[in-house]
């Protein structure tokens, strides 16, 4: 099954003649970042040893975060995010996930990792282009 847009379950919402009529018609999965990543780690065909190291990670605190025993910062999640790949919209879940806020194009910093994100850079390539452009790096 592929994710909705959330645009299309808004209109859904607030198209529905009640609210409990749509309550009760759709599912609302809470997912927590150590689920999230670990369906990344499926979709995506990644083994989660290769994706600490590509995400500069210590081993141990790596693996904490992908069995969900500890919490980690959001420029983690970045790390994390960069190492896999992950799509602007998947990037954004693994955030809101672990508790932290999303990238607001708004933000300058932000602005330029979603650039990156988009253009499909590494994680040394957004941290280059954050520290040439004045901002604290990812890592």
Known sequence: MTERLTEEVLQELLDAPSLD????????????LA???????????????????????NETFGYQIFTGTRNPSRNKVLQIAFAMALSLRE????????????????CRRDAIIIFCIDQGCSLQKVNEELYRLGEETVC
């Not at 309550?23 to 927590?32: A, K, M, Q, R, W």
């Not at 990037?91 to 708004?106: E, V």
């Open 91 to 106: 990037t954004n879940r693994a955030l809101m996930s672990a508790g932290a806020s999303s990238l607001d194009p708004k």
């Open 35 to 57: 689920e999230f990543l670990q369906q990344m780690l499926e979709k995506k065909h990644l083994e989660r040893s290769r994706v600490v190291r590509m995400a500069d990670l």
């Open 21 to 32: 009529a749509f309550i009760s018609g759709h599912e609302f999965p809470s997912c927590t």
